[in-house]
Nanobody
C-alpha cells in the first residue's frame, strides 16, 4: 500500500518561508518521481514542482521559480518543498504525488496522492 503524508503547512506572513514535507513508503520513494501540486479555492489544481526518482532533475512552475526548492532525502524517504518569499497568491492546499514517470508529474498528474496540507499567506 503506497502512502504519502504531507506536513508543514500553516499561516505565514508575506515574505516569509515554510518547508513542506511529504513522507513516502520506501517502495514509492525508490522507484517513483515525486511532485508538489496546489489548489487554491475556486481554482484548478496546478503543478508546482517535481523531482525525478533519482533526484537528479527538478522542474518548477514559472510562478515559483527562484522562490521554491524541491529536494528529497532518500534516507528519510521524504520529499521537501522549501518555500521562500511567499506571496498571498501562494495560498492553497498543497499536495504531494508520486508517479513512475517524471513526465507525468511535470504534466500535472500522479498515480498516488497525499491528503494535502494547507498553506495560508497573509498580506
Amino acid at each position: 500500500q503506497v502512502q504519502l503524508v504531507e506536513s508543514g503547512g500553516g499561516l505565514v506572513q508575506a515574505g516569509g518561508s515554510l518547508r513542506l514535507s511529504c513522507a513516502a513508503s520506501a517502495r514509492t520513494f525508490v522507484s517513483y518521481a515525486m511532485g508538489w501540486f496546489r489548489q487554491a479555492p475556486g481554482k484548478e489544481r496546478e503543478f508546482v514542482a517535481g523531482i525525478s526518482w533519482s533526484g537528479d532533475s527538478t522542474h518548477y512552475a514559472d510562478s515559483v521559480k527562484g522562490r521554491f526548492t524541491i529536494s528529497k532525502d532518500k534516507a528519510k524517504n521524504t520529499v521537501y518543498l522549501q518555500m521562500n518569499s511567499l506571496k498571498p497568491e501562494d495560498t492553497a492546499v498543497y499536495y504531494c504525488a508520486a508517479d513512475p514517470s517524471t513526465t507525468t508529474v511535470v504534466a500535472g498528474n500522479g498515480h498516488y496522492w497525499g491528503q494535502g496540507t494547507q498553506v495560508i499567506v497573509s498580506s
